[in-house]
């Protein structure tokens, strides 16, 4: 059925009719949606949206993650065939996921975008969808958490990153993607005790009470116990996952803004977020893929199945 079906599917970002189902069009051509999901503005029926925010312009080191969600939707080519491994549900054909597309924006007006984010992800909320987004550099995780946390009250915070992101800065209006969850903290719509971050490897020595299991844990107790440990934390309390695609080794995802050695590899990701299934996601991101800074394609891959795992961990709840 699959070979037929690759002799007439082309286009299925345009040409499906329905936001379920698998795709057997050919990887190497036609438009790249992600996952060769609808691309629509009509979220009606639509159980999560995948929308990206192509932004770089908080960046402290390299450039180039605007160009992250036109990567990622072309690497998630690969994936559109069969159902993600290791998940007894089918997302793909069981839930109803839009390509929401990317968020408009004047990229030389910088104070005016943090509210756009908000209002663009609120969009999402009241339309009845969750969103996945795909970044761009880490700074849109703020605006996006304002507003969940309007919706849900203070969030839970899972974040998979080689940095903390919480270094002090009390200025609101600052645009930087190393303070934003410092805000999101000091402001109240993230709560640090049911908060942790995963694969950490430098220094900050203020956590602002945020759980920490760093990367030499994480590769000493194992991904298991990892997963467990982040269980206890989460409880059963509204959380929204990002993931900073340093979190990831360099060897694993060399095509990102601030690489640091010594962090998680790819396995034990995936042994981590499908062992977390059953905690309330609502939401989730993944950000900082720079594809300049790759030419093997590699790191975009990565963001890609760490897109389609936040599909599944959203899917858990309703299909499982």
């Known amino acids: 059925m699959a070979l037929e079906d690759a002799k007439t599917q082309v286009d299925q ?44 312009q908080a960046v402290t080191n390299r450039p180039g993650t605007r ?17 993600p491994y290791g998940w007894p549900i089918d997302v793909l054909s069981d839930l109803a996921i839009a390509d929401y597309g990317d968020m408009a924006f004047d990229y ?34 703020f605006p996006i958490l304002k507003a969940y946390a309007e919706k849900f ?38 709560d640090p005790k049911r908060s942790v971050q995963v694969g950490i490897r430098t220094v900050n020595e203020d956590t ?44 694993y995802a060399p095509g990102t803004g601030t690489p640091v050695w010594g962090g998680l590899t790819s396995a034990q990701v995936a042994v981590i977020l499908r062992r977390i299934a059953g905690i309330d996601i609502k939401g989730g991101d993944v950000v900082e893929v720079s594809p300049p800074f790759d030419t093997t394609g590699a790191t975009a891959i990565a963001g890609a199945h760490v897109a389609t795992e936040l599909l599944c961990l959203l899917g858990w709840r309703k299909l499982a």
């Open 13 to 56: 970002a345009f040409t499906r009719d329905d936001l379920k189902g698998l795709s057997f069009e050919n990887a190497f051509g036609g438009a790249t949606s992600f996952l060769r999901r609808r691309y629509t503005k009509d979220l009606a029926g639509v159980d999560v949206a995948v929308t990206g925010i192509p932004f770089d």
């Open 208 to 251: 602002l009470g945020v759980n920490i299991i760093d990367a030499r844990e994480v590769h000493a107790i194992g991904p298991e116990a990892t997963a467990d440990k982040i269980r206890a934390i989460l409880g059963d309390h509204p959380t929204y996952l990002t993931f900073d695609i340093d979190g990831l080794d360099p060897a």
């Open 108 to 141: 030389a007006d910088i104070p005016a975008f943090p509210d756009r984010v908000t209002a663009h992800i609120r969009g999402i909320l009241e339309a009845g969808a969750a969103s996945v987004t795909l970044g761009g550099d880490h700074y849109i995780s």
């Open 67 to 83: 160009l992250g969600p036109r990567a990622i939707r072309e690497a998630s080519a690969l994936q559109a065939f069969d159902p």
């Open 153 to 190: 009250g203070p969030m839970a915070l899972l974040q998979f990153d080689a940095h903390t992101d919480t270094w002090a800065d009390d200025d609101m209006s600052r645009v930087d993607h190393g303070t934003m969850f410092y805000k999101a903290v000091k402001s109240g719509i993230v």
